[in-house]
């Protein structure tokens, strides 16, 4: 399984981005993490396999969407009123199985490389 994140960069407090992330195989549960300098992975959103159910971190609730399209394989988290506090790398990942926790890091056995999003105050 191979997992590409691209859409990252610089973008002013109050800007908006939308990554997206290409997975190869069967369609399971995909998750956005980000890890910001110095401090450990942190969850920010995942959807089911269909994308009918969408988990959320507090601190993004209402700013970040998460959405897939799986004819063509990719999910997508558009990121609107960012703030200095999102910027971070952010990771696509994702799960092998159903009927887990998609909130957990523990859950997604594939990642891909990572986007820098980088928020200016």
């Known amino acids: 399984v191979q997992l590409q994140a691209s859409g990252g960069g610089l973008v002013q407090a109050g800007g908006s981005l939308r990554l997206s992330c290409v997975a190869s195989?069967?369609?399971?549960?995909m998750g956005w993490f980000r890890q910001a300098a110095g401090r450990e992975h942190e969850f920010v959103a995942s959807a089911s396999w269909s994308g009918a159910t969408t988990y959320y971190a507090e601190s993004v609730k209402g700013r970040f969407t998460i959405s897939r399209d799986n004819d063509k394989n990719t999910v997508y988290l558009q990121m609107n009123g960012l703030k200095p506090e999102d910027t971070a790398v952010y990771y696509c990942a994702k799960a092998k199985v159903y009927g887990i926790d998609l909130t957990q890091e523990a859950s997604f056995p594939y990642w891909g490389q990572g986007t820098l999003v980088t928020v200016s105050s």
């Open positions: 195989g069967k369609a399971y549960g």
